[in-house]
């Protein structure tokens, strides 16, 4: 088998270091939306100059560098093992030289192991075999603050009056963006997912925040929900950074998933301005990145 360990350190280095294009471009037009002079297009500006600068030296763009969470599609033929492996060599090479910061601590005796190793889901690596001759790796690095203002909710919520329906989601996805206040480093971008249990619901509401922000949603219904959520979560006036102003939201996602009659989950997965995900294709003995 091929090894992808140092295609896949470059695409750990891209992750952290630079924004995707369609999140700066979102970002870039949100400057605009805000008052010149205001503490709000003060800090989207100073997000910018930031971006720059870990772009052009190679370093994070944000001292957190988050959970390192991977998505594997592979063709038939290839280990999961090795793959796996190879995947841990890159995050403790991306972690010597500065791309991650050691982010993973053991919960009872509070030891970073100072690698970016852990347990079996540190890094987070999700494995599916796909049709084809193309290994894809998706890499997204998911902030702790951010990770913090996520949240469940089980309806109905009789307290916030969300019953089981598009209605109801709205209202416990806008309790949500206001409890969080700008902690979690807004201008966030909502990744929501409606059914599955409470794991699953989780897990979607993660791969959601895979799709580019100017993508739209296949299900119409899903389209026009996202959108009047974000116009929404935007009137709350919190801001970027919970400064005030016109920008608390870049865009939201918003997958359905199967659940059980007796459950109706809703579960917002909130990432931050430092909207970090990259992919990186292996076909024909070559990377390339995207
Ligand atoms: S929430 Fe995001 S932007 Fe804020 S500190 Fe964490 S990684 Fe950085």
Redesign the pocket.
């Known amino acids: 088998m091929q090894d992808l360990t140092e295609p896949i350190l470059e695409l750990i280095r891209l992750t952290s270091t630079d924004l995707p294009p369609d999140v700066e471009t979102a970002i870039r037009a949100a400057v605009e939306q805000e008052q010149p002079g205001s503490a709000a297009r003060g800090a989207l500006e100073t997000i910018l100059t930031n971006v720059e600068l870990s772009r052009q030296n190679s370093t994070p763009i944000?001292?957190?560098?988050?959970t390192p969470i991977f998505y594997v599609h592979f063709p038939a033929g290839w280990s999961i093992r090795q793959l796996r492996q190879q995947i841990e060599a890159a995050v403790v090479q991306a972690t010597k030289k500065s791309y991650l910061r050691p982010n993973s601590v053991n919960s009872l005796t509070d030891k970073n192991t100072g690698n970016n190793l852990g347990d079996s889901h540190f890094p987070t690596v999700h494995f599916e075999e796909v049709e084809g001759e193309t290994l894809t790796i998706d890499l997204m690095l998911k902030?702790?603050?951010?990770e913090n203002v996520g949240a469940q909710y089980s309806l109905p919520n009789t307290a916030l009056g969300a019953g089981r329906d598009l209605a109801g989601v709205r209202k416990v996805v806008l309790d949500a963006v206001h409890k969080a206040q700008g902690q979690?480093?807004a201008p966030g971008i909502l990744g929501v997912a409606i059914g599955g249990d409470r794991g699953s619901s989780y897990l979607g509401s993660k791969e959601t925040l895979l799709q580019r922000l100017d993508e739209a949603n296949s299900d119409p219904r899903l389209a026009a929900l996202e959108q009047r959520l974000t116009e929404e979560a935007n009137q709350l006036g919190i801001g970027p950074m919970g400064f005030g102003g016109k920008t608390t939201v870049l865009g939201t996602k918003i997958t359905s998933l199967h659940r059980l009659p007796a459950s109706f989950f809703v579960t917002i997965s909130y990432m931050?301005?430092?909207y970090r995900r990259r992919r990186m294709t292996w076909a024909d003995g070559a990377a390339s990145y995207a």
């Open positions: 944000c001292q957190d560098t988050g902030g702790g603050g951010c979690g480093c931050c301005w430092a």
